[in-house]
């Protein structure tokens, strides 16, 4: 059976933009830099941690302006802020060159973490991890103390030396700004995890390295179970191949051992964690709901895929971000290699967002109002698939050819 699409062409739904209860799908140009190719693609959403928090349509975005094009000096990394769900962007900080390399897979994982209130940030990137503090057009940017490429080179080559910084990675900021954890290994040395405390003078103390996670592959996500708790009970890790969970509530962390999340199939790299409503995993080649405590099954629907020029459809989808909306857990957002697909019911059903230009996506976002701020590298937007305006458009396949 054909999944529903949408009659008019993105172009058209753009024009036909209305109030809120349409279904429009926004492009965003607001964003700072050279609005070179990819310089528009938000690489991270993150929004304030404090369970006080009520401004859900404020969210921090991370951005790398990397285009060859560019003078070195002019290439940058930008930490952007919107109050009106995405709509438009204010730049809050400009990070240079010193403090990545645009030669190492830069610009695809890159991590961002936002201290309460917004005041200070952490990134990451090739280079080791950061504490940004805005200041003026540019701003105050420290290194935070992490593990060096060791003397014994890993078998694969990257351009680095001994005693360089160690690519940084997932990033996770408690609640209350007042621990941070940090992922941090990519070929130039084995998946680690650091721990740190927020020091009287306000920089990031090392605590040291948790326990050694039972994979040699790299860390590409971290989430806790109460992302908003200042007192989260554990921490979930996504690799390269699979994902574990750390008790946090031990008196040593460093002492703990990985829990091994069952039901992930082999070689799944997990590219996102959302814990709304329990553990949800975006991979590849899958999405993974919870099913217990420890556990979880992938989405086996065959008709989860729609391709927008080919009605042949199964369930491996290259997922990259599976976002839930807090106030409203049945609806759901996966952006993935192939588009983005929303789900109304739970991931029940799924319909490809068709409305969107075709590309790659990487991440999303719920406003307060059921809005989602989605990008990818064909660039960023503001979508309302889950209005009411948006059924009327929908129609079969078979319908619309006739």
Known sequence: MALAAPLMTWGQKVAATAGANSC???????????????????????????PTARDRNTVWALTADLNTDLPAEERALYISKSSNGGETWTQVARVDSRYFDSGIDEGLRNGLSVAPGGRE?????????????????????KYIEGPRVPHDRPWVSIPKKEGDPVRAAAVKMTGDGKKLFVGYGYFDMEPLLFAYHKGRDGAWVEDGPL???????????MEFDRPRDPHPRSLYVGTGDQVYRLDLRASDLRSGKWIEIQGVEPDSAIHGINTVGGLHLAACWGVYVPVGRDRVGRLTDAEFIYHKDDDETGPNVRAYGIEIDPARPSRQVVTALTGVYISRDSGGSWKRLNELPEGEYRTAHFNADGSVIIS??????????FSSGCLPHLKTREEADE
């Open 24 to 50: 429009y799908v926004r492009a965003v140009k607001s964003l700072p830099g050279s609005h070179a190719f990819a310089a528009e693609f938000i690489e991270v959403m993150a929004t304030d941690p404090r």
């Open 211 to 221: 326990p050694q996670l039972p994979t040699d592959l790299d860390i590409f996500s």
């Open 121 to 141: 940030f952490v990134i990451t990137t090739q280079k080791g991890s950061f504490q940004v503090i805005p200041h003026g057009p540019d701003a105050v940017v």
């Open 376 to 385: 990818g590298l064909p660039g960023t937007f503001v979508a309302n698939p």
